[in-house]
């Protein structure tokens, strides 16, 4: 079986720019969560998503907005692009959105803002 | 709100060692704790978790971990380590409810042949 993809895997920015994220769960699970990981740091939640319904959201600022679609993929957007934005983004599936469900994590897209 | 430390920045042990990673943790409620590995330029591969029930919590790869209530550690352990398992490694908690996912700052682990 698959397990979660991402795209692209890596992406070169412009301060200022916007940019747009996509993940793909492991079949059957219905939850997407995302994480912002910064060199030498752990993950950090952004956003969780279940059945199109967002269930969480980090200490993050609005440039950042999230969806997910139908069949349950998602995407990340981040307006205006700041340096600070430059990071690996995680994407994690889960079966539903309980505290208990392990997330399996993509491979992560690395954005770099110049 | 809950939190993860991993008191360790880099472990070294010889090949063929024990090893151990150590977290602590801090959380309202019962604590549902994770462990992942990273590879280079790799996302995260989940390696076991503690719901509830034995405190000795099997995982992938031989590795193990021993939750401590009163000591409210997580340390993952393996018998005997492998220049394989050289990757960085990251302990995480969740509380109870709609919470998100905390993750510690990650320990490097480098096993030495």
């Known amino acids: 079986d698959a397990g979660v993809t991402q795209s692209p895997t890596h992406l070169i920015k412009t301060r200022g720019q916007h940019v747009t994220l996509r993940c793909s769960p492991i079949?059957?699970?219905?939850?997407v969560s995302w994480y912002q990981q910064v060199l030498g740091q752990g993950p950090q939640f952004i956003f969780q998503?279940?059945?199109?319904?967002?269930?969480g959201r980090g200490n993050f600022p609005d440039r950042f907005s999230a969806r997910q679609f139908p069949n349950y993929s998602s995407e990340l957007n981040v307006n205006a692009l700041l340096l600070g934005d430059s990071a690996l983004y995680l994407c994690?599936?889960?079966?539903?959105?309980?505290?208990?469900?392990?997330?399996?994590f993509g491979p992560g897209t690395r954005l770099t803002v110049l | 709100a809950q939190s993860v430390a991993q008191p360790e920045d880099q472990v070294n042990v010889a090949e063929g060692n024990p090893l151990t990673v150590k977290c602590t943790y801090s959380?309202?409620?019962?604590?549902?704790l994770f462990w992942y590995v990273q590879y280079p330029n790799r996302g995260l591969q989940f390696l076991l978790k503690?719901?509830?029930?034995?405190?000795l919590v099997k995982g992938s790869y031989g590795f193990e971990a021993e939750f401590n209530k009163s000591q409210t550690s997580f340390h993952l352990k393996k018998p005997s380590a492998l220049v394989s398992d050289s990757a960085l490694y990251f302990c995480?908690?969740?509380?109870?409810?709609?919470?998100?996912?905390?993750f510690g700052k990650g320990t490097r682990l480098s096993v030495i042949a």
């Open positions: 079949s059957g699970h219905k939850s």
């Open positions: 994690a599936s889960s079966p539903l959105a309980l505290p208990t469900d392990t997330q399996y």
């Open positions: 503690y719901i509830t029930g034995d405190n």
């Open positions: 959380v309202s409620g019962n604590p549902y």
């Open positions: 998503y279940y059945e199109k319904e967002e269930r």
């Open positions: 995480a908690v969740r509380a109870p409810g709609n919470t998100p996912l905390v």
